[in-house]
């Protein structure tokens, strides 16, 4: 009989007692403990068992789970040596997961009262002469409006007071420990919390005399200098690592042997396309686990991994992104591949300055996986290029929907201005155009980003070398996520590319039906240049262009005639549309 499937259970005893459907990665225990590391730092995308995995070491070693039944039976306890190590440590557990406040203080506070409620658990250390009446004192001031010195200091004392009690170093877990890190940079209090956390980690993992071991998870991996400046000794376990690289997730096999176990063993195909494609290390077959319990237990196919979090991070990059950031994302979203450095090492204070930092953090967080890896020569160093793709099928329609929340606010205008679109309508093209540009301009306005008003220059030379586009405007940057919007709501019927090579020069948009029997669409943008006194001469110039560089050659060429080729000039003034047309002849 199937066993019984608990979904949003994260802690061992509970899934274990009750002997609910669990996939044995105990032998991560083994693994880690004969590493000999002193603090380890693991990176994995949500839902991916890092929790778990921590309850699990956690009732493993800890003292206050000394003979627990529940790893009877498990990997780690067919080894004679680990039935005897099983809780003999003192051992610290917490989590940041929670921690999503709207601004610094708050956020501090937050720790501080995790922290608080983590010291109540040990309450017992004030019971006899353990602690001294003075270090009673101080546990009991613990509090939520502790000074920062004093909670930096917190759990490294902790430490020393169950080493007191125990006679044992302790085994220190923090799980979830960038969840506060990525609320900070998309809420605006990145440097102050960073500071904060510095201080906390640097004294609870590096100068804590206290310390047998010490694991952290998290989504990314933060820059030794952000807040690991210190913490010289971590061992970094990121996805393209090949340490524990089975240990998060679940294996092809696994997943293979889960479907027999309910009756579903001839779902795999479909299993495979929606819910497969995370890389880690030498293993390039790992299932998202949340996805596939919840499949298992509701039997059908859906989106369940992406509806677990807000991707605000992720979202607000590729909005406010570049126009590089924005036709690299067009070329993901068409299903096709980018070529990019990346470093493991997220720089968040440098995330909307960096085009590879972006795809960094979409590899770390699941959205993208590693299609290839090749080795090239520089003129003085050398450099490692990864092909990167979206992961699979789930994440895509998470993206996807991404896209479509951008025009969220104007969603009825922009399906009558597709409408009018597909229909020639110019005059309904430019009621309509002209209602959603007022709207969303700036939300793809790169220049409303608080880096970029440091950097004039940076932000002229994006603007500058903007294909068709020239000036300060927003349009240059609406274009593209205005084309992204295209890509998602057409791609049933059409395939829709920007920025490619067609007749002598590189089109802005080009729709191309998939039945030739239906209209294929060019489109040019352009900012009314000084010397244009009406919006009607940007568009002729548009209309032009499209003729003297021969953008319909790449339509022509796969067989649609000509008169089924409409040419679109779109000028801009500000959040001013106009869009003009003509026909091939």
């Not at 590089?324 to 591949?337: A, G, T, V």
């Not at 929340?405 to 110019?426: E, K, P, V």
Request: proline letters at 2%; one cysteine or more; hydrophobic letters at 35%.
């Amino acid at each position: 009989m199937a066993r019984i499937i608990g979904i949003g259970l994260q802690d061992f005893s509970e899934i274990r007692k009750d002997n609910l459907f669990y996939i044995d990665k105990t032998r991560f225990i083994k693994e880690w403990w004969e590493s000999r590391d002193k603090v380890t730092l693991i990176t994995r995308p949500r839902r991916f068992g890092k929790t778990l995995t921590m309850s699990m070491v956690e009732q493993f070693f800890s003292t206050a789970y000394a003979g627990n039944e529940n790893f009877r039976e498990t990997d780690v306890w067919k080894d004679p040596a680990y039935r005897e190590l099983q809780g003999s440590f003192p051992v610290i557990s917490l989590t940041f997961s929670s921690i999503k406040e709207k601004n610094y203080e708050e956020a501090r506070e937050k720790i501080c009262s995790t922290i608080q409620m983590l010291y109540q658990n040990y309450r017992f250390l004030l019971e006899g002469d353990t602690l001294s009446e003075k270090e009673k004192s101080e546990f009991n001031q613990v509090s939520s409006g502790m000074r920062e010195y004093e909670a930096s200091l917190t759990l490294q004392k902790l430490s020393c007071f169950l080493y007191r009690y125990y006679g044992r170093e302790v085994i220190l877990l923090l799980d979830e420990y960038d969840t506060p890190m990525q609320e900070a940079y998309v809420k605006g209090y990145w440097q102050a919390l960073a500071d904060f956390v510095r201080n906390l980690l640097n004294a609870s993992f590096k100068d804590n005399p206290y310390l047998e071991r010490g694991i952290m998870t998290g989504i990314t991996r933060i820059s030794k200098e952000s807040i690991f400046s210190d913490l010289n000794h971590l061992e970094v376990v990121t996805t393209t690592s090949d340490k524990y690289a089975d240990c998060f997730g679940f294996t092809e096999k696994e997943v293979t042997d889960a479907l027999k176990e309910y009756g579903l063993e001839n779902r795999l195909a479909e299993v495979k396309k929606w819910y497969d494609g995370f890389c880690f290390g030498v293993y390039k077959d790992i299932y998202n686990p949340w996805s596939i319990l919840n499949y298992l237990d509701k039997k059908k196919a859906a989106p369940y991994w992406v509806n677990t979090s807000s991707n605000h991070l992720i979202g607000k990059l590729l909005q406010e992104g570049d126009r590089r950031i924005k036709e690299s994302f067009e070329k993901l979203l068409n299903r096709e591949s980018i070529y990019t450095e990346i470093d493991e090492q997220i720089v968040y204070d440098q995330l909307d300055l960096d085009e590879n930092a972006v795809w960094s953090l979409m590899l770390a967080g699941g959205y993208l996986k590693v299609k290839s890896k090749s080795v090239r020569e520089t003129a003085s160093d050398w450099e490692a290029l990864y092909e990167l793709c979206v992961t699979n099928f789930e994440v895509l329609i998470m993206l996807k929907k991404l896209v479509r929340g951008w025009f969220a606010s104007t969603a009825s205008n922009y399906n009558d201005f597709i409408h009018a679109l597909l229909q020639g309508d110019t005059k309904a093209m430019n009621v309509y155009m002209n209602r959603i540009a007022s709207s969303v301009f700036s939300y793809f306005d790169t220049g409303n980003k608080p880096s970029e008003s440091t950097e004039p220059e940076r932000l002229h030379a994006v603007k500058a070398t903007t294909k068709g586009l020239t000036g300060p405007d927003p349009s240059v940057c609406f274009y593209h996520g205005f084309v992204l919007g295209l890509i998602v709501e057409l791609e049933d019927k059409y395939r829709i590319t920007s920025n490619r090579e067609s007749g002598f020069g590189r089109y802005d948009v080009l729709i191309e039906p998939k039945d030739t029997a239906d209209p294929a669409i060019i489109i040019e943008f352009k900012v009314q240049e000084s010397e244009e006194t009406d919006l009607s001469e940007t568009v002729s110039s548009a209309l032009r262009q499209i003729e003297e560089k021969k953008y319909a050659s790449a339509l022509t060429a796969r067989g649609i005639p000509t008169d089924r080729i409409r040419k679109y000039g779109f000028a801009f003034c500000g959040k001013k549309v106009l869009i003009g047309t003509e026909k091939t002849k």
